[in-house]
């Protein structure tokens, strides 16, 4: 019998008729011959009304007893969801994460499941009831209540999904699924009927927050199709899955991160262990580096900027400031008003003058772009936050995401269940995946680099160059502009060897009229890139990556981050060194 997990989040279980009304979407579900196992979050803003309660007793409150307080938001809705099931004539059973055998690590209010028994669940099930499992929650080896962090009611339903190998994983929330943009920001953004795993992950660490981001990893990891949609009605919402909405379309979606702060690193040494000795010190506070980007030297000295949550600026610059003393640095700059625009997209890893559009499109509009760096499936822009709002709907509409895409990719296969691996399977995965999965360490090296500098800080000049280098036929892979001194910036991008002379050449007449340069570069570097799963849960993997490089003697020259991947270009001759001792660094880690 088919199997489906119906996740109800706060909204959805708001009061006692909306808790009514999810009851019958799930005896509806069961009535059409499927066994149902729903999840459900606190009711409404319980959660917050239990955090706000506690920091009226205290400010430090204990970790484990904020779980045992969390907790009984969900105990709640679970107990009321079994009620009304009975109430509408059928059977269920609720269920806490302990009775189900959720099991975390002790990490209290971000625990990690390690594992979780099917039996109970199974048993149930195969009664006839429906099960109603506390989402958010689980126990660790001493019994105590553990949380999996906000929002962590999807991760429960997807790994529930994931070990029950369940036909369909259904989020229920207030919104009918994912647009374009935040439709709060703007307007015209447009439902999608899909959006790819991929671009999901890249999107939510973009500050869309449509769902838990570790949900979505679990559901890329264990192939869970979603569907995100409303409690409210019965419209389809967005498919969550490993296709895009459509195949030809570049960009799928774009996202504003509003609060962003740059901090700069003036005038470090340009060698071997520098990132490391800067991102280490920052880690070492839990701050979230966002953006990195790292750009070639010159004379010896580089500059290296990131980006981090405008809340974290304060705590990040007395990290900065350490490490720039230890590296003798000239000095650390921070610019707290600035925003990220990005477009996200599956197709524009197949696609050439993606980026062209986008820096076209900004300029135009007169937008100002302070930094860029991208990667396999995204373009990030740093602006000023003042233009946060026009950059974004200027890239929305250069990229056409307010119309229905022409050709839409068709009806993904429904993952074949082999391919998931039996319950047993996946549950021992579970716990590895919690940690970090490095799915692929690839060196690729065919590439060359071009460098600019004295790039102007003003509107225009990224549209002018990657105007020229694309009319020029030219296929530009990795984009680097790091913020740069007295009004000038300096943009690194790799190309194809094979056409390294020939972009110099075309791009020589350009500098000069723009005012730029000089034009610099290398013949060949070498690009290698981590991607896995948890990568930004797991700054480590950035860290991890400078360590092994810097001990190797192995001097970094461009540097980008994403959601999956972590992206450093070398000189051409240390690649295959390179990717060996990275192979060595993360042996533990790979899949
Ligand atoms: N109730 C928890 C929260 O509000 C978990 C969830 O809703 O997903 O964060
Ligand atoms: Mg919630």
Do not use: W
């Amino acid at each position: 019998m088919p199997l489906i997990v119906q996740k109800f989040g706060g909204t959805s279980v708001a009061d006692s008729q909306k808790i009514l009304a999810a009851a019958r979407k799930a005896v509806r579900a069961q009535q059409e011959g499927n066994q149902v196992v729903m999840v459900v979050s606190a009711m409404g803003h319980n959660t917050d009304l239990l955090i706000e309660l506690a920091s009226q007793i205290t400010d430090q409150p204990p970790a484990r007893e904020m779980d045992m307080l969390l907790s009984t938001g969900e105990q709640v809705s679970v107990a009321l969801m079994a009620m009304a099931i009975h109430s509408l004539g059928h059977e269920a059973i609720s269920l806490t994460g302990a009775q189900i055998g959720i099991k975390t690590d002790s990490t209290h209010t971000k625990a990690r499941i390690q594992s979780i028994s099917t039996e109970r669940m199974r048993r149930a099930l195969d009664e006839g009831k429906i099960v109603i499992a506390a989402g958010f929650q689980g126990i660790d080896e001493e019994f105590n209540i553990t949380t999996l962090g906000r929002g962590g009611s999807d991760t429960t339903a997807v790994a529930l999904a994931a070990v029950l190998e369940a036909d369909a994983c259904e989020i229920y929330t207030d919104v009918d699924g994912v647009y374009t943009t935040d439709p709060r920001v703007l307007p015209e953004a447009r439902h999608v009927k899909r959006v790819s795993y991929d671009e999901m992950l890249e999107l939510a660490s973009l500050g869309a927050g449509v769902m838990h981001n570790r949900s979505i990893e679990f559901a890329k990891k264990f192939s869970v199709p979603i569907h995100v949609r409303t409690s409210f009605s019965d419209v389809p919402g967005t498919m969550i899955t490993a296709l895009p909405e459509a195949i030809d379309q570049p960009v799928g979606g774009a996202a504003l991160a509003k609060n962003e702060a740059r901090v700069t690193i003036l005038g470090v040494p340009d060698k071997p262990g520098t990132s490391l000795a800067i991102f280490s010190k920052i880690a070492a506070k839990a701050i979230s580096v966002d953006m990195i980007v790292q750009n070639v030297g010159s004379n010896g000295i580089a500059d290296i900027s990131f980006t981090v949550l405008n809340d974290e600026l304060r705590s990040t610059l007395h990290a900065a400031e350490a490490a720039a003393k230890e590296l003798k640095a000239e000095g650390v700059r921070h610019d707290d008003d600035v925003a990220k625009v990005s477009v996200v997209g599956l197709g524009m890893a197949r696609q050439t003058g993606v980026a062209r559009r986008m820096f076209r499109a900004l300029a135009d509009a007169g937008v100002n772009i302070l930094m860029i760096s991208t990667s396999e499936i995204k373009i990030s822009v740093l602006v000023a936050r003042g233009q946060a709002t026009t950059a974004l709907r200027t890239v929305h509409q250069a990229f056409g995401l307010d119309k229905q895409p022409a050709e839409e990719a068709t009806d993904p296969e429904p993952a074949p269940l082999a391919h998931r691996g039996d319950a047993v399977a996946v549950v021992a995965r579970l716990q590895k995946m919690e940690e970090l999965t490095i799915e692929d360490i690839a060196l690729d090296e065919t590439q060359a680099r071009v460098t600019i500098s004295g790039v102007a800080d003003q509107p225009g000049i990224a549209a002018a160059i990657f105007d020229a280098v694309a009319d020029g036929g030219i296929f530009v892979d990795m984009i680097v502009q790091s913020y740069g001194r007295a009004g000038k910036a300096k943009l690194s991008f790799t190309v194809p060897q094979s056409q390294y002379q020939q972009c110099t050449n075309l791009l020589k007449s350009l500098v000069d009229r723009i005012h730029c340069g000089p034009i610099t570069g290398s013949p060949k570097v070498a690009k290698l890139s981590v991607s896995g799963i948890g990568m930004r849960s797991h700054t480590e993997v950035a860290i991890r990556t400078f360590r092994c490089l810097a001990e190797a003697g192995i001097n970094v020259d461009m540097i980008n981050t994403s959601e999956v991947r972590v992206n450093v270009v070398v000189e051409g001759l240390y690649g295959q060194a390179a990717l060996a001792c990275l192979q060595k660094a993360f042996a533990d880690a790979r899949q």
